[in-house]
């Protein structure tokens, strides 16, 4: 085959793997870029606070059946082939995420809607669970030799384009929608999305021709009867499993998630910043940092996976607590001046159903600087008086502040660098994984620790930082803000030290070409 041909061919394996892989992470992370919107729809109101680590655990739970989605569609994938196996995944996926847009609210039907929002959830997980890996796989068996870094990285890009097309959606929807018409039923209209972008990419890989390496191995009869013993009960193989997940996976999976997803409940949780200038940073945080994924998979081909992939560890371990410090106190209204002649009160009185009502206090501040600062505290009464949960008061106070461009700037700037520190560990990722493991149990081999490492490790991050940051926030610590770092530098650095000891060149060139 002419250069030009095969140059050719490898972009359209790109296209269409890519094309799909992407629509897959837009279902999967729509949930999560919609949490606090959801936690008010499928979950008890009473508790803003529980409402939202409930919605955050059901996000955690399709990360948790990552692996199990792995481990079945892995095997597959071995055993049937690459294109088959990811045409299933793609359409389960979008299945999934078609009904959790129709699932009716937790005022219409009680406990059954969260219920069947964690049964889509887990079935989104195991989809994916045999996505990414055929996915990965697939491209880098269409490689050019000594090209794996740079190839794979396209499908690399498409965890973070999708998250990016998932806010792009919600950030429409919310402009073409008043706030309560998305509040009541605008919010679906992504889920809903997924549909038609499932089906187009259904059209483009039906097409799709199996992977060379593949078809060989099939064609000679060596491909594997038993992937799952042969990946994971042979003690040298499963040497290679458990070094990918503890000394690259696992701390690449809490860097994606802090850099991207942390990031975002940080800015809108902890620091009650407007939802749609949220979303405005991270869509232009992640457009600019994108390319980066291109750039590291090219460079490991240069220099080798593990120098990329741990120097970007370390870096974020030692820089996420200033860089966190530095996004808080941006918007510290502590340290900005307030125009006390602008500031005002209000209190209204809305009634509710069952002999209850809402009483309701709203404070309204602006700065010399140009940021809004608006509270709003709902105390719930029962036949007049406030009603009494667990011996307290039942309120709930909702902070929004409205930042200025100089700020919305510099957290931009902030979260950009941490999109950086993705890019460098997650670029060359998907190609160190490929070339650790044989071809006739590569699916099954390299999709397990990936999933591991990036379903449990870093899937669980924002719901377990949340908790941490919620828990000191409670206990009056002054930096309760940081709290949630602890876990992402921990297991970042176990990470690097394992990496750095056990991963050798010999290791991750063993199945190069």
């Known amino acids: ?60 739970a399709g990360f948790v059946v990552r692996p199990f989605g792995a481990l079945f569609f892995g095997r597959l994938g071995d055993i049937i082939g690459r294109k088959y196996t990811f045409m299933v995944t793609l359409l389960l996926m979008g299945g999934a995420t078609f009904v959790i847009g129709c699932v009716p609210s937790f005022e219409t039907i009680g406990y059954a809607a969260p219920v069947i929002v964690l049964i889509m959830r887990l079935l989104q997980g195991l989809a994916l669970g045999g996505e990414y890996g055929g996915a990965a796989t697939y491209v880098a068996e269409h490689s050019p030799p000594g090209q794996r870094g740079f190839w794979t990285s396209w499908i690399q890009t498409t965890a973070t384009v999708g998250l990016f097309v998932s806010l792009l959606v919600i950030l429409l929807t919310r402009t073409m929608l008043s706030p309560e018409e998305f509040d009541l039923w605008g919010w679906r209209i992504p889920f809903w999305v997924s549909i038609l972008m499932v089906f187009v990419s259904y059209l483009i890989r039906k097409n799709m021709s199996e992977s060379p390496a593949f078809a060989k191995a099939k064609s000679e009869g060596k491909t594997s009867k038993n992937p799952l013993k042969e990946s994971f009960g042979n003690k040298f193989n499963l040497k290679f499993v458990l070094l990918a997940l503890f000394g690259a996976t696992m701390g690449q999976g809490v860097i994606w998630y802090t850099g991207q997803f942390y990031a975002m409940s940080y800015l809108e949780r902890v620091m009650s910043i407007n939802p749609e200038q949220v979303i405005t940073i991270l869509v232009t945080a992640l457009l600019f940092g994108t390319p980066f994924f291109i750039l590291f998979g090219w460079l490991s081909d240069k220099i080798g996976r593990k120098a990329v992939m741990l120097t970007g560890m370390l ?83 909702a902070k929004t502040i409205d930042i200025n461009s100089s700020d919305r700037w510099t957290l931009t700037l902030l979260v950009f660098i941490q999109v950086l520190f993705v890019t460098m560990v997650y670029g060359p990722i998907a190609a160190f994984l490929v070339e650790l493991f044989p071809v006739k149990i590569r699916y099954t081999s390299m999709s397990l620790p990936y999933h591991v490492g990036n379903g449990i490790f870093g899937g669980l991050l924002p719901a377990i930082s949340t908790y941490f940051v919620t828990n000191a926030q409670s206990e009056g610590k002054e930096d309760f803000y940081l709290e949630g770092l602890w876990y992402p530098i921990i297991i970042g650095a176990i990470c690097f030290v394992i990496g750095m000891i056990y991963i050798t060149k010999k290791m991750t060139t063993r199945h190069a070409d």
């Open 1 to 60: 085959m002419s250069d030009k041909k095969k140059q050719s061919s490898i972009w359209s394996v790109i296209t269409a793997s890519s094309m799909g892989t992407l629509i897959e992470w837009y279902d999967f992370y729509i949930f999560g870029s919609l949490a606090v919107v959801l936690s008010t729809k499928f979950f008890p109101s009473d508790n803003p606070t529980a409402a939202f680590l409930s919605t955050l655990a059901t996000f955690a």
């Open 315 to 397: 870096i974020a371990i030692l820089a996420y607590r200033p860089i966190y410090e530095k996004m808080y106190q941006t918007t510290n209204v502590v340290h900005k001046v307030e125009l006390t002649e602008k500031t005002t009160f209000s209190a209204e009185l809305k009634e509710g159903k069952n002999n209850t009502q809402d009483s309701i206090y709203t404070k309204h501040r602006e700065y010399a600087d140009g940021t809004v600062f608006k509270e709003v505290k709902t105390v719930h009464l029962e036949n007049g008086a406030a009603k009494m949960v667990d011996g307290k008061r039942s309120e709930i106070t």
